[in-house]
């Protein structure tokens, strides 16, 4: 039995939920959007597009300098290095070597092109099939017709 992740917390509303397909910023807007999305990727083979632009944003939001350069080498180590089970897949050249003069002088902004990129790959590639999904449509039905109350 395959379990609905979307339905676990946090659960969109039906008017989120159909709010995702006006764009893929409403999906990444809402805790619950970025959940479902997520799992979708996870079908994909993908989910690590995600993860990597999940540990961006947090990184952004930090600013104690040691812990910066911390996070900065740990997405380093679990999402742009070749050895990575994790690697996230773009196209390489400028962005990569910016990181690379980046990765130098961590800040909590080292990896802003790279997550511009794959938040446009996730929008482009996958978003489209994620609105086409049984994951979307099954979540869509699940929540016009809830299972009645025990």
Not at 25 to 44: D, H, I, N, P, Y
Not at 45 to 54: D, H, V
Not at 127 to 134: D, Q, W
Request: proline share 6%; glycine share 2%; net charge negative.
């Amino acid at each position: 039995i395959e379990v609905n992740l979307c339905f676990l917390s946090p659960k969109p509303t039906l008017e989120d939920a159909r709010s995702w397909t006006i764009s893929f910023e409403k999906v990444m807007k809402s805790a619950a959007g970025r959940s479902c999305f997520r799992q979708f990727l996870r079908t994909e083979f993908s989910e690590e597009n995600m993860m990597f632009w999940l540990a961006c944003e947090e990184l952004k939001k930090e600013t104690n300098k040691t812990v910066v350069e911390e996070k900065v080498r740990q997405i380093y180590e679990d999402f742009i290095s070749i050895l990575s089970p994790k690697e996230v897949r773009w196209h390489h050249g400028r962005t990569e070597d910016l990181i690379n003069r980046n990765m130098l002088e961590p800040t909590s902004h080292t990896f802003d092109d790279a997550q511009q990129q794959i938040y446009t790959l996730m929008q482009r590639d996958s978003y489209p099939r994620f609105i086409n999904s049984a994951t979307y449509t099954d979540l869509l039905k699940g929540l016009e017709d809830p299972p009645p109350e025990p």
